[in-house]
């Protein structure tokens, strides 16, 4: 079994309550209300700023040259790529780059960005890697389990576009490049004693994952309340 598998397996249920959280559900058949999407896109393009600080910190945790470039290429596509996403489908609502820096980190957003850059600092890069990866690999993971369901891209679901760009050979292959570097430092680095050490951040960081849905489904929530 594989170093990320064995992380996976040892948080089962932080993984399924991640993975397979209501919000994500309700994005392959179109059914999340536009209020809950809304709100986990903008808190989103937040997190993903503080996100792009800790692949800079990456970069300067790695020990080899190999390591920053992996590091970096990350940070690109984050800068480059996923925030672009962001804005786009913000403009809909009539939302620029601009107003989306303006908005106020939700709870949620601070708890899992300070722990990821804390972890990062305390840490080695075999940790900060641990806390970034249910993010990239698991956006990856997720995108491709509902990309598989009847009306994921179907004209009428307003989150095709979201489902297509996560499931896409582009972003794959970060996520998988990922993994492998992952992998690859674990082979370097992880000691039985000091697996069990990088489990708790993987859980800890999966747990905060799910806490980033369902901050967004409460918001849903809240909209069908108020209507």
Known sequence: MSFFERLK???SAEWSAYTEHPFTNALADGSLAE???RHYLIQDYLF???FARAYALSIYKSPKLADMREAAAGLSAI???EMDLHVKLCTSWGLSAGDLEQTAAAVETLAYTRYVLDTGMRGDLLALEVALAPCVIGYAEIATRLASRPNAHVAANPYRVWIAEY???PYQQVAAKA?????GLADLYATPAR???LIVIFKEATRLEADFWEMGWRAGQAGKTRA
């Open 48 to 50: 993903l700023i503080e």
């Open 35 to 37: 209020t809950a999407f």
């Open 179 to 183: 993994r492998a570097h992952l992998e």
């Open 9 to 11: 397996t040892a948080a």
């Open 79 to 81: 800068l480059d790529v």
């Open 167 to 169: 499931a896409g050979a």
């Open 195 to 197: 697996e069990a050490e």
